[in-house]
C-alpha cells in the first residue's frame, strides 16, 4: 500500500494512533502551561497551547500556517505567548532556528523526538481539545499507524499531515522526561 493512503472500512478510518479526545469551548485556567512547536515553511509550523491541570490535558491551538520565515513566527509568538518563561518544547531538527528564538528571550528547549515512545505517552493522558482547533481536531482523526506490503500495522505513524501531532508529542512527552525523578502523572 501506498504509505499515504487512508484506509477506511465501513465509514471507520483503520490504525488510527489516538482516540476520542473530549472537545471543549475554552481551555480552564491550570496548574502549568507549556507550548509545543513543529517547524514548517513549506508545511504549516504548528503552535500549540498545552495545560496541565489535575491529571488531564487540555489542548488549543494557537498558530497553524506555512511560509513564515523565523522572524515571522518570533513576531507572532511575542503576541501567542505573553509569558516568555514559559517552556517551549520545539522540533529538535531544528537547533539553529530554536536558538534564535531562545535568543528572542523564549524559554525554548530541543524535544526528544521518540515518535514511539512519544505516542504512547500522549495515549495515556486524558486530553480535551478547544473546538476553535480545527487542524488539531483534522489531524487526530486521520493521524494513523503504518502498514507494510502485508496489512500488519507497524509501530510508526503515516508522515502526513501531523504537524500539530508532532507539536503535542513533543511538549507532553518531553515534559514529563523534565519531571524526572519526580513521579510522572500517566
Same mark, same amino acid.
Given at each position: ?82 509569558? !516568555?518563561?514559559?517552556? =517551549?518544547?520545539?522540533? *529538535?531538527?531544528? @537547533?539553529?532556528? &530554536?536558538? $534564535? ?21 500522549? !495515549?495515556?493522558?486524558? =486530553?480535551?481539545?478547544? *473546538?476553535?482547533? @480545527?487542524?488539531? &481536531?483534522? $489531524? ?47
Amino acid at each position: 500500500l501506498f504509505p499515504y493512503t487512508t484506509l477506511f472500512r465501513s465509514g471507520v478510518l483503520e490504525n488510527l494512533i489516538y482516540g476520542l479526545w473530549s472537545e471543549i469551548n475554552s481551555c480552564p485556567e491550570a496548574n502549568e502551561t507549556i507550548y509545543g512547536l513543529d517547524f514548517g515553511f513549506n508545511q504549516p509550523s504548528a503552535l500549540i497551547e498545552i495545560r496541565l491541570k489535575d491529571e488531564e490535558v487540555f489542548i488549543r491551538q494557537l498558530l497553524y500556517q506555512s511560509g513564515l520565515t523565523n522572524s515571522q513566527l518570533i513576531d507572532k509568538m511575542q503576541t501567542l505567548i505573553p509569558d !516568555k518563561s514559559k517552556e =517551549i518544547y520545539a522540533d *529538535s531538527a531544528e @537547533p539553529a532556528r &530554536i536558538e $534564535e528564538i531562545y535568543g528572542a528571550g523564549f524559554n525554548i528547549h530541543s524535544s526528544d523526538k521518540s515518535a514511539k515512545d512519544g505516542i504512547d505517552y500522549v !495515549k495515556r493522558q486524558k =486530553i480535551s481539545v478547544t *473546538s476553535d482547533s @480545527p487542524d488539531i &481536531i483534522k $489531524e487526530r482523526r486521520s493521524y494513523s499507524y503504518k502498514k507494510d506490503k502485508n496489512g500488519r500495522i507497524l509501530d510508526d505513524p503515516v508522515k502526513f499531515a501531523d504537524h500539530s501531532m508532532d507539536a503535542i508529542r513533543y511538549a507532553l512527552y518531553t515534559h514529563s522526561l523534565q519531571l524526572e525523578p519526580r513521579i510522572r502523572w500517566l
